[in-house]
């Protein structure tokens, strides 16, 4: 959903992309928005994770770009021949949960409330189908 949100944006948008972090390691990231009228582009992770305080967001979105993210900007740069890359995290309680951190990006590229209504959907559904198969597909030991 972000990435064809961003694409209605006429932004030039990669998913699942492979890359090499500076030291080596080989990573893939999930989302790249690209702006090359501006030669600049957002490596976006969108995470869902159980609600746990009202920093979760921030912190998931510190966690994404120092620890794993930031490294592969170099790699980036030279592979799409842009000047500057942006890191961000955006985390979605897995409850359907949407944050402030979310809006605030979501407003950044001007995409429609819609996409947060979507977004809560899927969400909200496929927590159910992730209980749903807890809960009845157990296998004796």
């Not at 992770?45 to 993210?69: C, G, M, W």
């Not at 170099?74 to 402030?100: A, E, P, Q």
Request: charged share 25%; hydrophobic share 40%.
């Amino acid at each position: 959903l972000l990435a064809a949100a961003l694409r209605g944006k006429g932004l030039e948008v990669h998913e699942e992309v492979h890359c090499l972090a500076d030291e080596g390691s080989s990573r893939r990231i999930d989302i790249i928005a690209i702006n090359r009228s501006k030669m600049e582009a957002e490596i976006i992770d969108p995470t869902v994770r159980f609600e746990i305080n009202s920093v979760q967001p921030l912190e998931v979105d510190a966690e994404k770009k120092k620890q794993i993210y930031e490294p592969t900007c170099s790699y980036f740069i030279k592979k799409y021949n842009i000047k500057s890359i942006n890191v961000t995290g955006l985390f979605f309680g897995s409850r359907g949960t949407i944050t402030n951190f979310f809006v605030n990006w979501r407003h950044k590229y001007k995409l429609p409330n819609s996409l947060q209504e979507d977004i809560v959907h899927i969400i909200i559904k496929s927590s159910v189908a992730i209980l749903k198969n807890h809960l009845y597909n157990l296998t004796s030991i």
